[in-house]
């Protein structure tokens, strides 16, 4: 299962109890963060995430509105007796940041926080388990920023229940998941996989993209995912302005979904200029349709 | 007038729809905040308080459930263009810790930060102006932590309006209002001030004490406050963890509250294994009657 909960839509000014940017991320049993704004404990508890089990936190760049939140989710986990190694990853700074926090609070941590310094401007490899990977992807912004693809990698075949024989043992099942053929001891093949599994699930992508300018050299790296998440600061008539800050427009993210044939698009990072987001996804819609809101609470399930 | 509104009644946990510590203070067109807890922004625009007149920031301590919420505050009132100089409370480390945050977001502020670095330990005068003054107060806590006592000095004399006379000058008004007697050019005394005002209006006081294990020695600095604000992490039956984490019980908080002979009493930062407050607070009013719980949203005025 892949989910994406959006925590916090809200552009650098939080207003109408939208909050900062943050999204919790639960991937087959893996569970990370993705950007931390300030609030974002209360609204992991909110939400009734079970906030103890991320284990991966991924942070964008280094304005306060992408960070502020991570300082009180780590001493609240030190709180509650977290023992867990805790895997922050951001381009540098961040570390000096909390480093210097925990001195000035005289915090000496029940668990370990393990930093690892980002790249920037390149698309790279940072995480990468049995399952799942997660990569860097470059984005066009006033600081240094990371957007984030997390790819679920090709999964297991399924075994066709209907076709297991009678003296099947389970290392011979095992085998034949994982795509090979089972011989006996003489070495004749005795069980094809292809005659007892069924094709793997599909392997769903998510990319995140904020902050960033309109920035077309993007829409390679997201190709085909599928579902992007991408800033959408303003509305068209604030072009001037998103161009300035480096932010982008609604139509802008919409144009990036259509180029780079997505499946969905989600906007979000919304400026405290709009009370009412009705006119952003209705903007970015004439350009990709298939484009949703990002509304705290929501969760986007990746699934057939 | 002389407000404060609770926007944090949380200890170190958040729970329950419950904030980290923040207190908005008004006092006669003055505006503070003490201490600054996560969420605090979002708080103050929820409770519809004018932040951006906010220009004195009291910080108790460097516990981040007191002051991580500064941060964006500071650049929430730097996107809406502030220019007033903002003056911080703190004990040292404060101006280190917000420096390298302004550092790595590349962020030079529209106005200036003024870092006052408090004394620890004692009391001492910390701020005054023509109509109030605000000193430290020694708490007793895991890390050097200062409480507040915010006075009203004493007022003008009112002017008695219906006996003024014919003939007055603005200027004899306002040296009356001083409680000086006005003369004329021989020398000679034409009005004496009794005759004409009224007794000032009484000055309120009002101290916040948190954090702090119980602490004997604090009853002779809230002596016969208006308000006392003490913290209540715990009920007497937590007193051993309560010492062990020097935090007070809210029996404790009413000691202090009885001993000093204080008009009110309000407990506050709970712990969050507490879903209902009404424990805490019957075990303080057995002790103190007139206690009142920190909610968040909360306006206690100081008034006749």
Redesign the interface.
């Known amino acids: 299962m892949f989910k994406i909960t959006i925590l916090g839509s809200s552009g650098?000014?939080?207003?109408f109890?939208r909050?900062?940017t943050c999204q919790f991320i639960s991937i087959q049993n893996r569970f990370f963060l993705i950007d931390c704004g300030?609030?974002a404990?209360?609204q992991l508890?909110?939400q009734g995430l079970p906030y103890h089990k991320i284990d991966h936190v991924f942070i964008s760049h280094?304005?306060?509105?992408h960070y502020?939140?991570l300082?009180?989710l780590i001493?609240?986990m030190h709180?509650?007796r977290r023992t867990a190694d805790l895997h922050l990853y951001s381009l540098p700074?961040?570390d000096?940041?909390i480093t210097?926090?925990l001195k000035?609070?005289?915090s000496a941590l029940n668990f370990n926080l393990i930093f690892h310094a980002l790249p920037q401007g390149t698309r790279a490899l940072i995480y990468e388990d049995d399952a799942v990977t997660v990569e860097t992807l470059p984005l066009l912004h006033?600081?240094p920023c990371n957007g984030f693809l997390i790819r679920e990698k090709q999964k297991p075949l399924r075994i066709d229940k209907a076709k297991l024989q009678e003296g099947m043992l389970l290392q011979h099942i095992a085998q034949l998941k994982q795509g090979l053929n089972v011989h006996d001891d003489s070495g004749q093949m005795i069980y094809h996989h292809a005659d007892f599994t069924l094709p793997p699930r599909p392997s769903f992508s998510y990319a995140y993209c904020s902050d960033t300018a309109y920035f077309p050299a993007l829409t390679e790296h997201v190709r085909g995912v599928s579902l992007l998440y991408h800033e959408a600061t303003f509305m068209e008539d604030e072009r001037d302005k998103a161009a300035e800050t480096r932010h982008s427009t609604a139509r802008e993210a919409a144009s990036i979904a259509a180029e780079a044939n997505v499946e969905k698009l989600i906007i979000g990072h919304f400026s405290a200029r709009y009370r009412d987001l009705s006119g952003l996804l209705a903007e970015a819609c004439r350009v990709f349709p298939n484009t949703e809101l990002a509304v705290e609470g929501t969760t986007f399930t990746l699934e057939e």
Chains 1, 2 share one sequence.
């Open positions: 650098a000014l939080p207003a109890g909050f900062p300030e609030g404990q209360m508890m909110a280094l304005h306060g509105d502020l939140g300082m009180g001493f609240s709180l509650q700074g961040l000096e940041i210097l926090q000035h609070s005289k006033k600081l």
